[in-house]
């Protein structure tokens, strides 16, 4: 199987074929830096965070940008409320979305374009389609006619007669609209207003509008036509319609083979957001507290453009399903030695020559057909070879992160066997390299949905510092009141350990191990 996308744009799956051998141009639209992140963001750049990364894993050049929208009249009316600077503002939650997706191991861009740094690229745009007849000025606003476009609506599906007057979104009050040649015709440049931010342009002073920021940052930095266009789903109308009517009436070319659109967060059926105020930001989540992976996996267990219901009963789904993967996760520093394992490289950080990437970059055979010799199937009628092609097989398929998170599960409830063996029985029949295989597999398949599990972090906040010699300590306090047949304080201790990630395990003839 070879890698099929959902594009919006045909509603239909069809098969990735990037414009340039090896490489895909990639870009997101980025937050309106205003206020904290949600979980609806978290979803989205989660999303696309494993669409760069499987892209890489099966050898593709990913060149990944998504911009910061820095001007804008919710972040005017935020400085205005605090009697500051647009500036301000801007730079505050720019740096709060960089705290908060790294907690959540998003890898960072490989480039932030900031709106009111493409203010001259924002000029040009809006010159070519006064010139080719698809803008115009009036009163120091510019504004694109929509008629002049005739596949306006090939994104959203939407017919020019039935969209509604303001549909260029984000719309300030003020009469605006009495400047229009037709209702729903769009702002491209605003003329200043008293007390706003402004900038010289050949309309006079002014700000740009909000579409056409992302048709001059994409055509900047990534050429006429790219790959891949993202966001999530409330941007395909009027947002993405607009992008597309700006760029590919001035320069005649598709903006992107490709249009991905991811599905809504929603709190009891009810669309997460700033608006309805039933929105959860990302740092209330951690700080409950709650495991950065955890909220990952929640968002990865629903495939991308499906919605996904925020509740309590799913968040505990999560915690539960995160145990177990990070259990598998962890398998290797916990048991490695004892099972002679070779190397010291840390499994949680991929290597620069993945074992389970069949090409680097640059590579020459296709890099959505895997090699007949994988370094990584060594497991022979074990078939995990197998279990790799069955994830690849399920990510092929429009990113299906479900059932990929299936593979995962599959291959750290082995090791979870494996586990148990060692702790209640220590040992294992189970060749030690067959093990290895397995815990190598499900590192580099974690790697892929950017899970990791941190096995400082892990002692540090379940064990509370607590050393081997307290935990012995506590573990003979234990066996004295068993003996003693005082067994509600045996329980107790039992408990107490329990808390603190510490498993007790009685074998015959009294003796106690414990592993954390």
């Known amino acids: ?82 009697d500051t600077t647009m500036d301000v503002v801007s730079e505050q939650f720019i740096e709060a979305y ?24 924002i000029h040009d745009l809006i010159r070519r389609l006064e010139a080719s007849g698809h803008a115009y000025a009036v009163g120091g606003d510019v504004y694109y006619s929509v008629r002049q476009f005739p596949d306006y609506g090939k994104l959203s599906g939407r017919k020019l007669e039935d969209m509604q007057a303001g549909a260029s979104g984000r719309v300030s009050a003020g009469g605006e609209g009495t400047k229009k040649k037709d209702p729903a015709d769009f702002a491209l440049w605003k003329a200043a207003k008293p007390g706003e931010p402004a900038w010289d342009s050949p309309w006079g002073p002014g700000r740009p509008g909000w579409h056409i920021e992302c048709s001059a940052m994409v055509g900047e930095l990534l050429g006429e036509t790219i790959d891949i266009h993202g966001g999530g789903g409330d941007l395909v109308f009027p947002h993405h319609e607009n992008e597309i009517a700006q760029s590919e009436a001035a320069t005649c070319q598709p903006l992107a083979r490709y249009w991905m659109h991811n599905g809504m967060v929603t709190v009891g059926g009810e669309k997460m957001s700033k608006s ?66 070779p190397g010291k490289e840390s499994p949680l950080t991929p290597q620069k020559e993945s ?6 970059k640059g590579g020459k055979e296709s890099p959505l057909t895997p090699q007949k010799e994988s370094p990584l199937t060594p497991l022979g009628k074990g078939g995990k070879e197998e279990a790799v092609e069955r994830f690849r097989t399920a990510m092929d398929d429009d990113f299906n992160t479900p059932g990929g998170l299936a593979v995962l599960f599959e291959l750290a409830k082995e090791l979870r066997r494996e586990r148990n063996l060692l702790a209640h029985e220590g040992k294992t029949e189970t060749p030690s390299d067959r093990i290895y295989s397995t815990w190598k597999i499900l590192v580099e398949l974690a790697g892929v949905f950017g899970l990791k599990a941190s096995p400082e972090a892990e002692t540090e906040s379940q064990t509370e510092g607590m050393g081997d010699g307290e935990i012995e300590a506590l573990v003979k306090r234990r066996q004295e009141a068993r003996k003693a047949k005082n067994y509600a304080e045996g329980d107790r201790i039992r408990d107490q350990l329990q808390e603190l990630g510490i498993t007790l395990i009685d074998r015959p003839g009294g003796e106690t191990i414990w592993h954390r």
């Open 1 to 82: 199987m070879v890698l099929q996308i959902y594009n919006t744009q045909t509603r239909q799956k069809e098969t990735f074929t990037p414009i340039e051998p090896g490489t895909v141009k990639m870009y997101c639209c980025g937050v309106t830096v205003y206020d904290y992140c949600h979980l609806g963001h978290a979803r989205s750049y989660i999303a696309w965070d494993v669409v760069r990364r499987y892209l890489e894993w099966c050898g593709y050049d990913v060149n990944y940008v998504q911009n910061f929208t820095d001007i804008d009249d919710k972040i005017l009316n935020r400085a205005k409320e605090r």
């Open 98 to 121: 960089f705290e908060d997706l790294r907690r959540l191991n998003v890898r960072d861009a490989d480039a932030y374009p900031r709106v009111t740094n493409h203010i001259s690229a």
């Open 276 to 341: 309805l105020g039933n929105f959860t930001t990302i740092r209330e989540l951690l700080d409950r507290p709650l495991e950065p992976m955890v909220v990952r996996l929640f968002i990865l267990q629903a495939q991308y453009r499906k919605p996904l219901d925020f509740t309590d009963e799913a968040i505990a789904s999560a915690e539960n399903g995160w145990a177990t993967l990070k259990d598998g996760l962890l398998f290797g520093e916990e048991y490695g030695d004892r099972l002679g394992w």
């Open 355 to 360: 074992p389970l990437t069949p090409l680097g």
